[in-house]
């Protein structure tokens, strides 16, 4: 059994229940955490009003701090209310101290003003936390009100708020989530920005009508704690948090909690599609509101691809050679892929005859990264990658009628394909490789059965480090297909590792 990570909350607690330390606790106990907290303000607030602060002094806080420190480490840390500049003094102190003893990731949601419009925080707090608190976040998640306070700029739209972003993380944070829940860019969506200092998302979920919405901030930033603790990549732990809040909003409605703002719902892990926000393409139309449209990337972009002939492509083993293709084909292999890295002048040749050997055979085959020549040689597929997909021209590719494939690694990669519809999305790399270097890229088979929950009609396939001793646990998490590379090509008796692997896949 592995052990819960460690996840504290360092927050005010919200004696309503819905916000704060209370929120904070919910979420990691949902997102298989053990929460620990050192409360910086013993607020008395209902879901209408915050009736007291009671900021609790620096020495009180720290010696919270130092008795977790001495028995429950942390695996992230969740930073929420700091009531005024000696607090946040304190922490960035005590921050710095634990730096030294291990890197710990720190999320820090820099609550300021109430969703009733109390303020939270001592007038000089924003100072102090610029200069010493924010080079210490790995990420900041400040709402609209709170992204004015600490830019100290008004901000309106959507090319605002991405200045306004950038600005800030330019003050030494490593990223910006801000959150949309205050504002529409677009009528019945609540689109939340990252911007990590090199790639900027819109990350769009759908407005729910409801007046449960009191802790989402809180829920937000504690649910992407918890993801970084259990090991998500930023982006993967901030989609993972948004569709946690949207879950709590649309399950959580119609509890009837005291006669205000009531609070979000708290409802387990996010296990269904409809609550993951949509990665937005700055290829499609709709990315002009957002401010972040390319004309270049909409002259290529195409959505909606061919589906093969059935959602469960078996063993598709992944070769650098027609022999290979036509050795498998005989063997009865009918999903198929010619991977040629490093080309030379008999690339077109290796195609053509890749083509000629998919129809004789009526194999499902795709090309890998070589989707111009696929298009001329009229191939069935081409496999593309996430950089392949910022070059192809996939309305050519769709034009003539081509299924695609496309690898992603992690449920950002996984929602940013599927805005794509391709024919088929691949999810890697499983396990550890010696084809390819994935390191930091590993999924594992739990996450992978996550990920392949959310899209149980799509065709999915798995692929990175699977043999047959692990294929039965990766076939149980409901993909219809495994790709390998070494599995078959390096296989003492080939013949028979196909057998195997497709007694498995039958089904
Ligand atoms: C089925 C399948 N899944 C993933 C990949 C990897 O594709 P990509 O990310 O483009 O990397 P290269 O294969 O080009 O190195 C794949 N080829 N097939
Ligand atoms: C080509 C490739 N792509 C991967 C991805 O995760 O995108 S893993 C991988 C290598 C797969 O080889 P093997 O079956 O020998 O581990
Ligand atoms: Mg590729």
Known sequence: MQNKPIVWSIAGSDSGGGAGIQAD????????????????????????????????????????????????F?????????????????????????????????????????TSGAALTEGS?????????????????PNLHELEWLAGTPVGGAEQIAAAARQLQSRGCAAVLVTGGHSE?????????????????????????????????????????????????????????????????????????????GPVGHCGWPGELEDFPQVLLPAEERAKKYGCYSEEANARFAQGFPQPDSNRLGLYPVVDSTDWLERLAKLGVRTL??????????????IERAVAIGREYDLRLFINDHWQPAIDCGAYGVHLGQEDLQTADL????????????????????????????????????FATSTKDMSGQLQGVDKLARMAALLPDYPLVAIGGINLQRAPEVAATGVGSIAVVTAVTQAADCAQAVCQFQDLLVG
């Open 25 to 72: 606790l919910l979420t990691f106990a949902d997102l298989g955490c053990h929460g620990c907290t050192a409360i910086t303000a013993n607020t008395a607030q209902n879901t209408r009003e915050v009736a007291a602060i009671n900021a609790v002094s620096p020495e009180i806080l720290l010696s919270q701090l130092q008795a977790l420190q001495r028995d429950l």
């Open 74 to 114: 942390p695996s992230a840390i969740k930073i929420g209310l700091l009531a005024n500049g000696e607090q946040v003094a304190a922490v960035a102190k005590f921050l710095r101290g634990l730096r030294q003893v291990k890197k710990v990731p720190v999320v820090y949601d820099p609550v300021a003003v109430a």
């Open 125 to 141: 707090t924003g100072e102090v936390v610029l200069r010493e608190l924010l080079p210490l976040c790995d990420l900041i998640t």
């Open 185 to 261: 860019i677009v009528s019945g969506e609540i689109a939340d920005l990252l911007w990590d200092g090199e790639r900027m998302d819109w990350l769009i979920g759908r407005k729910i009508a409801t007046g449960s919405t009191h802790g989402t901030g809180c829920t937000l930033s504690s649910a992407i704690a918890a993801s970084l603790a259990l090991g998500y990549p930023l982006r993967d732990a901030c989609v993972v948090a948004k569709a946690t809040v949207q879950r709590g909003l649309r399950l959580g409605n119609g509890e009837n909690i005291g006669d205000g703002s």
């Open 337 to 350: 892929q010619l991977r040629i890295k490093n080309p030379d002048t008999g690339l077109r040749a290796e």
């Open 395 to 430: 309305a050519a590719i769709k034009n003539a009628g081509l299924k695609l494939g496309i690898s992603t690694h992690g449920f950002y990669e996984l929602l940013r394909a599927h805005r794509y519809r391709p024919s088929y999305l691949a999810i890697g790399a499983i």
